[in-house]
């Protein structure tokens, strides 16, 4: 029973939390990141290429998905828009790890 109590106050604080963070997203937001994001994402494939980028910078693919989540759940982004992006963040993810298992050390500077 106090497993269920767990899970479902888990769950419910998740939900609030995506709640209070979409809202606060689209206060402080404005018109100025929708309009780069719709920039940004309108062609899939420009979209596939960010999601890669940021998720090669920030080193997380969850953490670039849960972005994206957020900015659909705020309506800064459609859900057509995001597909790129989170498959992006996918692909960044295994270029990472990719280059991590490649012997680069005899082109680093010493």
């Given amino acids: 029973m106090d497993m269920a109590f767990s899970l479902f106050g888990g769950l419910g604080l998740f939900i609030y939390g995506m709640i209070q963070m979409s809202e606060g997203l689209q206060k402080a937001a404005g018109k100025r990141l929708k309009d780069l994001l719709g920039m940004l ?13 940021v998720t090669a910078i920030i080193q997380s693919s969850s953490a670039t998905t849960v972005m ?43």
Avoid: C, D, E, P
């Avoid at 994402?41 to 980028?53: A, C, D, E, P, S």
């Avoid at 989540?69 to 597909?83: D, P, R």
């Fill in 68 to 110: 994206v989540v957020g900015f659909v759940n705020a309506g800064l982004m459609t859900l057509k828009q995001s597909i790129g992006v989170i498959m992006g963040a996918n692909i960044g993810t295994t270029i990472t790890a990719q280059l991590i298992a490649f012997n680069l050390s005899k082109y680093a500077l010493h």
């Fill in 41 to 53: 994402t309108t062609n899939r494939f420009i979209g596939l290429l960010v999601g890669t980028v």
